[in-house]
């Protein structure tokens, strides 16, 4: 049970989310000012040449503004999303006594990325190259003239919006995303539960992106989401839960598939995530990967990281108790990547599939 003092941190910390999502607008309009400042410093020649560039922050400006109008929308909601843990707050006083958090004008601008990924039309080459695979595996390992799918159990931990986990459950299965950034989780909420038309909402998802453009227009690549209706097509079948993956759970032989997408390297120490995966499938389940090795804590200061290479993650994936069925590397996929950008970044991810040998092949009996 959470103590007072960890219900107050955890209070706190929603609220410095809050208050950085409200500060959307005013912080990134900072920028461009300490760019038009920077403009206002030069020579008057070099201010003439720039007219055009002057003309460009003013549309980003306007872009900024277009972004900010979804967040309203979003908070609005944001407070009842867990269970009413929120809702009684002397919402007010607290919110005057925390900050915006000092990342958390790039965790706002990632989401914006990430609605583009997995909700509109324009993330539909990312998503064929990263989510596809993944479900075509699902769809082949559990056909449905053998199994009654609504019966089977997946979990897509490291979630994000929701759009994998989504897609698995349109497909029948029951299926639950986990996710531990209060961000994703905010929105994700708004999008699945209250998005009510295709195409609804219009974002700038690279406004904030200024280097390696050919012309302002990239910077201001727009897309529409969602581009498809969310609810209430899987309704019962589809959930998500909020918190730490290792916290959230701990109970063996639970699910029957487990799907990861762009997540294992998320953790500080990678052989926990590969045994809490272990343990919570059921005997015979399915571990099915897709990503790379980006390992985020690698360079985080007063982290206790470890960032093993995939030859050793492979020998502690079979040590755990891991059987690889399938295992290709060199498989490229792209990570909210704006395709009119002068730099294209794209990973050779790895893809493999896993089985938790059940008790028979244990004992060497199958």
Known sequence: MNTEQGILEERAYFLSVINTFKSYRDLSYKRVQHKEKCMGSLP??????????????????????????????????????????????????MEQEVRTLVDGLDKVQSVFKQLMRDWSSLGAAERNQCYQ???????????????????????????????????????????????????????????????????????????????????????????????????????????MTAGDFLEVYTTKDEWDCVATCFFIDCAPNVVQFIETIYDILKPGGIWINLGPLLYHYSDARNEKSIEPSFKVICEVIRKVGFQINKCETGVKTKYCQNPNSMLQYEYDSVFFICKKKDNLEENGDV
């Open 44 to 93: 008057s020649h070099h201010k003439k040449w720039l007219v055009k560039y002057n003309e460009d922050l003013q549309k980003l400006k306007e872009g900024i503004d277009k972004n900010a109008e979804f967040i309203p929308l979003v908070l609005k909601h944001a407070y009842t999303m867990f269970d009413n843990v929120y809702s009684n707050m002397d919402i007010s006083q």
């Open 133 to 239: 695979p993944i479900i075509e595996e699902i769809l082949r390992i559990f056909p449905e003239q053998t199994y009654d799918r609504e019966n089977i159990k997946v979990l897509v931990p490291g979630a994000g919006l929701g759009r994998l986990a989504f897609e698995i459950a349109s497909r029948g299965f029951k299926c639950q995303g986990n996710e531990f950034n209060l961000f994703m989780l905010i929105v994700s909420f708004y999008v699945l539960n209250l998005c009510q038309n295709e195409d609804e909402f219009l974002i700038y998802p690279w406004i904030h992106q200024y280097c390696n453009n050919h012309c302002v227009n990239d910077q201001l690549t727009t897309a529409r989401f969602p581009d498809v209706k969310p609810m209430p097509s899987v309704e019962g079948n589809f959930s």
